[in-house]
């Protein structure tokens, strides 16, 4: 068990739809990544926060987007799905440490099935 | 394009052999590390080797870096039906993002 928890794990809807998926780090972690994991394209980054603002971004839609909260919990927002979005959704949190040297601790994952 | 690019894209050994993998990056890098997922599960984290070191250990698994080469290599020895898995190398430089490769799928046959 990492300590980071996603929920929902499973979650179908249908093309056009918006969903929410929530994720709660480590304790002690400030920094959040949301990950897209699909068959054909591996594991994408997505986007990071950091204690509350945005850090990095990666591969991510203008149909999605994702913020992080004080408690320091975070959700990535879904919107317009398409057939495609159909992945897993893992969130991941890390500690600072000093020289990039963190590493990151995965949540479960959402399975994601847009019909 | 991707930074990380893990080489085979699949692995099928005995229980017992050994297994390596290796992964190539483009640019320059602070750390690598490599990260295993069980089927549909989330990456769990093996092994970090800095910029600055050329080979690594924990338990069964040795890592090394050879950054002139831009490669590293991740080999378990005597492996376990557990051990399969896919492996992932990730690599981070300058920036923030981490980059993983597509991975090497590992199945260790009873």
């Known amino acids: 068990d990492s300590g980071v928890t996603q929920t929902p794990k499973h979650l179908i809807t249908a093309t056009g739809q918006r969903v929410t998926l929530r994720c709660s780090p480590r304790?002690?972690?400030?920094?959040v990544y949301w990950y897209q994991q699909s068959l054909d394209q591996g594991l994408q980054f997505l986007i990071q926060?950091?204690?509350?603002?945005?850090?990095a971004k990666g591969n991510i839609l203008e149909r999605f987007s994702a913020q992080q909260f004080p408690d320091l919990h975070s959700e990535l927002n879904l919107s317009s799905l398409e057939l495609g979005d159909s992945a897993l959704y893992f969130c991941?949190?890390?500690?600072?440490?000093?020289?990039?040297?963190?590493?990151?601790?995965f949540g479960p994952g959402t399975r994601l099935l847009v019909l | 394009s991707q930074q990380g690019e893990e080489d085979p894209q699949a692995l099928s050994i005995q229980e017992g052999e050994n297994a390596t993998m290796n992964c190539s990056y483009k640019?320059?890098?602070?750390?690598l590390q490599w990260y295993r997922q069980n089927s549909g599960r989330g990456l769990v984290h093996l092994i970090l080797?800095?910029?600055?070191?050329r080979e690594k250990h924990s338990g069964r698994l040795r890592v090394t870096l050879d950054t002139s080469k831009k490669s590293s290599s991740l080999l378990i020895t005597a492996s376990r039906a557990a051990d399969t898995a896919s492996y992932f190398c990730?690599?981070?430089?300058?920036?923030?993002?981490?980059?993983f490769g597509p991975g090497t799928r590992l199945s260790v046959l009873p």
């Open positions: 991941a949190s890390s500690a600072p440490q000093e020289g990039s040297q963190e590493t990151q601790y």
């Open positions: 304790s002690g972690d400030l920094s």
């Open positions: 926060y950091y204690n509350g603002e945005e850090r």
């Open positions: 640019t320059s890098i602070n750390n």
């Open positions: 080797i800095r910029s600055n070191e």
């Open positions: 990730a690599t981070r430089g300058g920036g923030q993002n981490f980059v």
